[in-house]
């Protein structure tokens, strides 16, 4: 059975930083694409960054470039969010997800295969 569990959440002050990681089990997803969304109360699902199956290439939502960092440990099968500069605006569920192809330049949420449960990050101003 998958399971993507996803850690690192919290409440901050604006400006701060915090690393979110999602562990997953079951499967090896070292040739799948994983990405990270959040959602935030009233709207959509929205795509942050994705990441390629070897940790190469990365693809990241306009919102989050220069600020957010996407990455992955293969071998701990492990991935990343680095997450700098924070405000109010980022507050949301965030959500780490697989997909079983390799693209990772296909943002929508249907697009993945697997979902972790989220983690909530909450910015204060």
């Known amino acids: 059975q998958v399971q993507l569990v996803e850690s690192g959440g919290g409440l901050v002050q604006a400006g701060s930083s915090l690393r979110l990681s999602c562990v997953a089990s079951?499967?090896?997803?070292?040739?799948?694409?994983m990405g990270w969304f959040r959602q935030a109360p009233g709207k959509e699902r929205e795509f942050v960054a994705s990441?390629?199956?070897?940790?190469?290439?990365?693809f990241s939502a306009d919102s989050v470039k220069g600020r957010f960092t996407i990455s992955r440990d293969n071998a701990k099968n492990t991935l990343f969010l680095q997450m700098n500069t924070l405000n109010p605006e980022d507050t949301a569920v965030y959500y780490c997800?697989?997909?079983?192809?390799?693209?990772?330049?296909?943002?929508?949420?249907?697009?993945?295969?697997?979902w972790g449960q989220g983690t909530q990050v909450t910015v204060s101003s």
């Open positions: 990441i390629s199956g070897s940790g190469g290439r990365t």
């Open positions: 997800a697989a997909k079983l192809g390799s693209s990772l330049f296909t943002t929508t949420p249907s697009s993945y295969d697997y």
């Open positions: 079951g499967r090896t997803f070292s040739n799948s694409a």
